[in-house]
């Protein structure tokens, strides 16, 4: 097989990490974008041919843009693209800061959907191509205290969805991944805390508080597992839309999906009520 081309947003820690070991272990070429390049400083010394190391802030919509550009003009082409770079913000709606909330949403999904819009065109181009989205479980399934988090996971999922029946038709496959919880910096380092009001003690918004604390018990996602099977997806013809890694995640998510659709089924008269009349 031929060796692709990925390019993945944050590969310093997390799933970006575990993707990028794997990838490159088997000769594939990897640009990795992070922020700071000592924090991957073992693997380009370890595999000096295969990385190519971006320093960017996904935020950047311009540097971002260079990026993908300078990567087709150097190396051809991008055969996958994967947006995983992101993070959470958890508390209550009203204690998340203004600050926050414009980073998680520029982090999250504006820079998805503008890494998304700029490798598209060349993946045209070239006759197809992969889009991998990171997204989580939470991009279905909400809790009290997320969100903000929610709001770009449920956005990107959307945005995702119909991307994937517009480039179908050029070869292009785009997979939303929808992780449970694993055991990465997402939720035991890099995780953002609002500042607590008194008013919600002891509300259901807090509850977060309990998975952040790794004495509670970690979480059964093993990262590693979860990059090989994201790699393996590529393979897959079609390229499937969405893919639930975890089992938990997996039981909430048919869980909550049951009964949002009994919740519709059970508004069908109060559907049909706000139509025209027959004939009219």
Not at 101 to 120: H, M
Request: charged letters at 20%; aromatic letters at 6%; one cysteine or more.
């Amino acid at each position: 097989m031929t060796p692709r081309v990925w390019l993945i947003t944050g590969i310093s820690s997390g799933f970006g990490r575990h993707l990028a070991e794997q990838l490159l272990g088997r000769g594939d070429r990897v640009v990795g974008t992070v922020r700071r390049p000592e924090t991957v400083a073992d693997l380009r010394d370890k595999f000096p041919d295969l990385l190519r190391v971006e320093v960017l802030d996904v935020r950047n919509t311009e540097v971002l843009r260079a990026v993908v550009e300078r990567t087709v003009a150097d190396l051809g082409r991008v055969d996958v693209a994967i947006n995983n770079a992101g993070y959470g913000v958890f508390g209550a709606a009203e204690e998340v800061s203004d600050e926050q909330l414009e980073g998680v949403l520029a982090t999250n999904l504006t820079a998805c959907i503008q890494l998304i819009r700029a490798v598209l065109p060349h993946m045209r181009a070239a006759g197809g191509g992969r889009i991998i989205q990171l997204s989580s479980y939470g991009g279905q399934v909400a809790f009290a205290g997320n969100s903000m988090y929610h709001a770009t996971k449920w956005g990107i999922e959307g945005f995702c969805e119909s991307v994937a029946q517009e480039v179908a038709p050029f070869g292009i496959g785009v997979t939303i991944v929808e992780p449970g919880g694993a055991r990465t910096e997402f939720r035991y380092g890099s995780a953002q805390v609002a500042d607590p009001l008194h008013a919600y003690v002891g509300n259901p918004a807090r509850a977060f508080e309990a998975m952040l604390d790794p004495a509670n018990g970690l979480a059964v996602g093993d990262p590693a597992r979860m990059a090989a099977a994201i790699i393996d997806s590529v393979d897959r013809q079609p390229a499937p839309l969405r893919m639930v890694l975890g089992s938990q995640a997996l039981d909430s998510t048919v869980t909550t999906l049951r009964k949002r659709i009994a919740d519709f089924e059970a508004q069908r008269d109060l559907a049909a009520s706000t139509d025209y009349p027959p004939g009219e």
